[in-house]
């Protein structure tokens, strides 16, 4: 197998940004783009449209349909390929194969495999890029432009499937939100409003700190980072050191609920996250409020939604505190926080819909699972020329 440097196969545009303060140069119909706009395998959609005369009297360069766009600064690594004619940042850098010698599919294969390494390479205090010289010293296989098109058709086909899986998970994710719109939002002014206080149970947890460390007894605990809206992310748990008397009030009980107490992005206090005893005897901390719903009222599944939704964060949002910059709620805020109590059997057939939807995501994450192993693989054995 033969290798090459992409600076010997290829040529390289870059872009830029026109002066705002000429409001007729963003008055045209030229897609243009920055590195945010690259979310996918084509590059389509665009924020911002801009003139001709943008393009003369700017850096900003505008490419055809096919070629293939890397970036090379912010979101360093991310790679699409144009689905129309379009113009770019300086965030951007226009890779485009020699005819003959490579092609564009091939290419953006070739770029998606090195983008972990373009991650580790860029540089930057505030933001962080790559210079052209290491985009151009990538070195990649380069077999025959037929075997190039066959490789790049296989690692195609592989990566359509995880897109068509990621796209499943979030039709599922809007479904559930569906669900609950549907079920509740017409009957709403029928039912009961109480309270949270008056159907749950709230508290606080531990606050860390380094005197925790000292303690001999210690256990797992959950942070912010691993709470989210409708989902924990339990990737990276700490251990926190604790009294007897500290984990017996703290820990988490299946169907207990977490909500962030404090954030920087108003949009994000509030958020709420189910857990479900994935982690044996448990803890939280004090910037995640514990509600323990009485289940005889309340269904922990239900009682999520409802304080994810626009009605419950409203209330979260308005009785929030901003202090440098961090938005906060209190126990007691999350305590009166106004609660819509529909009749438990209706709380119980929407949670026994969210379950079936939760099935359905979770083999479509196997599956997921399954087919990122299968294209690194195929990324890994094309990159070896074992294809």
């Not at 096919?66 to 690594?77: A, D, K, M």
């Not at 972990?116 to 077999?143: F, H, M, N, Y």
């Not at 929407?350 to 997921?368: C, G, P, Q, S, Y």
């Amino acid at each position: 197998m033969n290798f090459a440097r992409l600076g010997d196969v290829c040529n390289f545009t870059s872009g830029g940004t026109p002066s705002r303060s000429a409001d007729s140069y963003f008055q045209g119909e030229i897609p243009w783009i920055t590195g945010a706009d690259i979310t996918g395998p084509v590059a389509y959609a665009a924020r911002s449209y801009i003139s001709p005369e943008a393009v003369a009297k700017s850096a900003t360069s505008v490419v055809t349909e096919g070629t293939v766009l890397l970036v090379t600064r912010t979101s360093v690594g991310k790679v699409a390929v144009a689905g129309r004619d379009i113009a770019f940042s300086q965030d951007i850098t226009a890779v485009k194969p020699h005819p003959g010698v490579a092609c564009a599919s091939y290419i953006t294969q070739m770029l998606r495999l090195h983008q972990p390494t373009l991650e580790r390479q860029a540089r930057g205090a505030t933001i962080k890029g790559v210079t052209r010289r290491d985009v151009e010293s990538l070195e990649i296989p380069l077999p025959p432009l037929d075997e190039q098109r066959r490789i790049a058709a296989i690692l195609d086909k592989a990566d359509e499937l995880r897109t068509k899986r990621r796209e499943a998970l979030v039709h599922l994710d809007t479904l559930t939100q569906s669900l609950f719109h549907s079920q509740f939002n017409a009957d709403a002014d029928s039912w009961i409003t109480v309270p949270l206080e008056e159907v749950a149970e709230v508290q606080g947890g531990l606050q860390v700190t380094r005197k925790r460390d000292a303690l001999p007894s210690r256990a797992p605990y959950l942070r912010v980072a691993n709470v989210y809206r409708g989902r924990l992310d339990l990737g990276v748990i700490k251990e926190i050191g604790l009294t007897p008397t500290e984990r017996q009030r703290t820990t988490l009980q299946p169907g207990d609920l977490l909500i962030v107490e404090g954030h920087g992005n108003p949009e994000e206090i509030g958020r709420c996250g189910l857990w479900s005893g994935e982690v044996a005897n448990c803890v939280h901390q004090n910037h995640l409020i514990r509600v323990r719903a009485d289940i005889s009222r309340v269904n922990p599944v239900f009682a999520m939604h409802f304080l994810n939704s626009l009605k419950g964060r409203q209330y979260l949002l308005r009785a929030a505190n901003t202090t440098s910059g961090l938005n906060t709620i209190s126990t007691s805020t999350v305590k009166t926080c106004p609660m819509s109590v529909p009749p438990l059997e209706v709380q119980q057939t929407f949670a026994t819909r969210v379950a079936a939807v939760e099935r359905l995501k979770e083999i479509h994450l196997k599956h997921l699972v399954e087919l990122d192993a299968l294209f690194a693989s195929l990324q890994h054995r094309a990159f070896k020329g074992e294809l």
